[in-house]
Nanobody
Framework: QVQLVESGGGLVQPGGSLRLSCAASRNIFSFYVMGWYRQAPGKQRGLVAEIFSGGSTNYADSVKGRFTISRDNAKNTVYLQMNSLKPEDTAVYYC?????????WGQGTQVTISS
């Protein structure tokens, strides 16, 4: 079992920044991949960014150059630094990992970009 708890969401103006955190209940050192997904109203949940145990990363085209995913194994935490935020980034952001074939999700954190 793995519990994931997201934090850091909020309301920011376009062009602003936020940093999301995802704290895991277990040591994430061995987790092959951890990722951030988002779901906007009326849309399907989709991948935003993911980071693998070796440190490689993958981003959705819509966030490349603006978002950065990182992991701190010592703190069992994954971060998503979001810069140059746009209204279309508004969504609930979820943390995810896959352990022994089982997917685990956090409860989500709301990110709203509006002036």
């Amino acid at each position: 079992q793995v519990q994931l708890v997201e934090s850091g969401g909020g309301l920011v103006q376009p062009g602003g920044s936020l940093r999301l955190s995802c704290a895991a209940s277990r040591n994430i050192f061995s987790f092959y991949v951890m990722g951030w997904y988002r779901q906007a109203p009326g849309k399907q949940r989709g991948l935003v960014a993911e980071i693998f145990s070796g440190g490689s990363t993958n981003y959705a085209d819509s966030v490349k150059g603006r978002f950065t995913i990182s992991r701190d194994n010592a703190k069992n935490t994954v971060y998503l630094q979001m810069n140059s935020l746009k209204p279309e980034d508004t969504a609930v952001y979820y943390c995810n990992t896959l352990v022994r074939g089982t997917a685990y999700w956090g409860q989500g954190t709301q990110v709203t970009i509006s002036s």
